[in-house]
């Protein structure tokens, strides 16, 4: 009996210590379970619901942004989540989500120097996006002197436009979109068209079943790098995306190919004025630029909030109107807005910011900027009025 209890004891004992060193085991474990669940936080990419071929909320057709961001994430043990958010307002849109850290990453950003100063940083280039030729597989499209004689469809205040302006043996066919280039062509009214390569491209794979060459052009505001923006402060997570870049070559350059994106060899297509591009919801913020002769007087230096009125102009009205307001279209040429209107200029100004015209194009920012941002705007285009005779 004594026996059986001492075997009895000694079996409790050895379970008491079962449960310490399982428990010690435990406690010891938890900070590098921690550690784990930290470095696994998803990816929080900035993405718009819908605006093929670059982002979507159809899991079936994802995008090629939201691709790239999947691919990256992955590579870095990481899964995904999204912050969506409407592009159609361009720096704002950056402002709202990646600069309120709404979310860690926008894929596709412009990589130039003064895109939004040091607020945001950028990885390593992932591709190179701008305009291209579009016309049937047959016809040689390899510089501007191909298009002589021909109906060329252009984007309105682009730069293919203002490229094309002065060439009186090219027939100018204006559109309002890539969509809208793509159907002339289609319909037989262009035989080539000179428009926003991506949108292009992803038309001619998705609607029109390759039928068309897609080839992208280069000169200054025709073909530029894009990149992964971060917000300023996030060089760790920048650090790690960058590392990881170089072996996603292949699956990148698949990935456009799968979207019908160009990313390939371009021809060199002649040169324009200086271009500040930005990639919007529908296409790049589009340049309108008059010649060096042709740009404004300064009047006034653009310090304090004149610079606010100047980042949130080229933000904003830059695809219209051109970065800094030079333009060589009269009609919406802003420097002018003094020589037409005089006195008249500010109540003018208000009127149309406020309503918009939209018979002509132009939207209402009332619910979309305060009043003290548009005045911004407004002291900004008092800088560059043109003061000549």
Request: aromatic residues 8%; glycine residues 8%; proline residues 5%.
């Amino acid at each position: 009996m004594t026996r059986n209890r001492l075997r009895g004891c000694s079996r409790h004992a050895r379970l008491g210590r079962a449960i310490r060193i399982a428990l010690l085991s435990t406690f010891l474990t938890v900070p590098a379970l921690s550690a784990g669940a930290e470095e696994a936080k998803p990816l929080r990419l900035c993405a718009d619901p819908t605006n093929l071929p670059f982002a979507s909320d159809d899991p079936a057709k994802p995008g090629l942004y939201l691709e790239i961001g999947q691919a990256v994430a992955q590579r870095l043990g990481r899964t995904v989540s999204y912050n969506w958010y409407k592009s159609y307002f361009g720096k704002r849109t950056v402002r709202e989500t990646l600069l309120s850290r709404q979310c860690d990453a926008m894929v596709g950003l412009p990589l130039v120097d003064d895109f939004m100063g040091p607020t945001v940083i950028f990885s390593k280039p992932i591709a190179h996006e701008g305009y291209a030729l579009v016309g049937a597989r047959d016809r040689k499209l390899a510089g501007i002197d191909d298009l002589k004689g021909l109906r060329v469809a252009v984007q309105y205040q682009s730069t293919p436009q203002n490229l094309l302006a002065m060439r009186d043996e090219i027939q100018k066919f204006t559109v309002l979109s890539p969509d809208e280039g793509m159907a002339a062509l289609e319909q037989g009214k262009v035989d080539a068209a000179f428009i926003w390569a991506p949108v292009a491209g992803w038309l001619n794979r998705s609607v029109y079943a390759d039928k068309y060459q897609v080839v992208s052009t280069e000169g200054d505001g025709l073909l530029w790098e894009t990149a992964i923006g971060f917000a300023k402060g996030s060089s760790t997570l920048r650090d790690e995306v960058d590392s990881v870049l170089p072996s996603l070559q292949p699956e990148i350059a698949a990935l456009f190919a799968k979207y019908g994106v160009p990313n390939g060899a371009s021809v060199k297509f002649g040169q324009v004025d200086r271009a500040k591009p930005f990639a919007e919801a529908r296409g790049p913020v589009t340049v309108g630029q008059a010649a060096a002769t042709d740009k404004p007087v300064q009047t006034a230096a653009v310090t304090g909030d004149i610079k606010v009125g100047q980042e949130t102009f080229n933000g904003t009205c830059a695809h219209c109107h051109g970065p800094d307001a030079v333009q060589a279209e009269r009609k919406i040429d802003l420097r002018l807005l003094k020589k037409r209107y005089a006195d008249d200029m500010e109540s003018t100004f208000w009127k149309t910011v406020h309503d918009g015209r939209p018979s002509k194009g132009m939207p209402a920012w009332k619910d979309v900027f305060r009043d003290d941002e548009l005045k911004n705007v407004y002291d900004y285009l008092q800088t560059v009025q043109d003061t000549a005779n």
